[in-house]
C-alpha cells in the first residue's frame, strides 16, 4: 500500500470519528431536559474519571522513562573522578591536550574575561557535554569517554570577534 492511500486511509477513519462526535453531540440535544444538580454531578464524576486517568498515565510514563535519563548511574557518580581545569579565554581555552579514555573525568571550567560556552564534541562531530564559562566561577562538568579519538572543544556563546575561531583539540586515549 502506498503512502497516499495510508494517508488517505487515516484521513478517512479520523473523518469519520469526528463525525460521528458531531453526530453524538447533535443527538444528545434531543433527550430529555435535566436539572442542572443532576448535570453537575455527572459532569464532576467525569472530570475526576479524566482527571485520575491522566495522572495514572503521567505517573506511568514518568516511571517508564527512567531508564532512559541522560544522567550517569550511581556507580560511575561514586567513582573517583581526575580534575582538569578549563580556562576560556578570548579565544582559546587552556586545558591539557591528552585525556585517558575510559576514566571519570571532572572540568572545572571558568572564564578570565567575559561569558563562554565550553562544548565538548566528539570525532563524529556530535555535541556530548557543555557547561557554561563564566568569570570569577566554576562550573563541573563530569565527563567519561568511551572512545578514543580527537574530541573538540568549542565557545557555544558569543564572546566576540574571534568567536567562531574558538576551539580546541585534544586527544583522548592513546599514548
Known amino acids: 500500500m502506498s503512502v497516499a492511500v495510508k494517508l488517505l486511509v487515516m484521513f478517512l477513519v479520523f473523518a469519520s470519528a469526528a463525525i460521528a462526535i458531531f453526530l453524538a453531540v447533535a443527538y ?19 472530570r475526576g474519571r479524566w482527571f485520575l486517568a491522566l495522572v495514572l498515565f503521567l505517573i506511568a510514563s514518568f516511571a517508564a522513562s527512567i531508564p532512559f535519563y541522560p544522567y ?6 561514586l567513582a573517583p573522578a581526575r580534575k582538569v581545569p578549563v580556562i576560556a579565554e ?9 585525556l ?9 571550567v571558568t572564564s ?4 563562554h560556552d565550553f562544548g565538548i564534541y566528539n570525532p563524529q562531530g556530535h555535541l556530548i557535554a557543555q557547561v557554561q564559562a563564566m568569570p570569577d566561577y566554576t562550573n563541573y562538568l563530569r565527563v567519561i569517554f568511551h572512545a578514543p ?3 573538540t572543544a568549542r565557545c557555544l556563546e558569543y564572546c566576540g570577534v574571534g568567536h567562531a575561531i574558538m576551539a580546541k583539540t585534544f586527544t583522548v586515549g592513546g599514548k
Open 149 to 151: 579519538g580527537q574530541y
Open 100 to 108: 585517558p579514555v575510559d576514566k571519570p573525568i571532572i572540568f572545572e
Open 90 to 98: 578570548q579565544y582559546a581555552f587552556i586545558m591539557p591536550s591528552r
Open 72 to 77: 550517569m548511574s550511581a556507580t560511575a557518580a
Open 28 to 46: 444528545s440535544t434531543h433527550l430529555p431536559v435535566s436539572e442542572q444538580h443532576d448535570v453537575q454531578q455527572h459532569g464532576y464524576a467525569i
Open 112 to 115: 578570565r574575561d567575559v561569558n
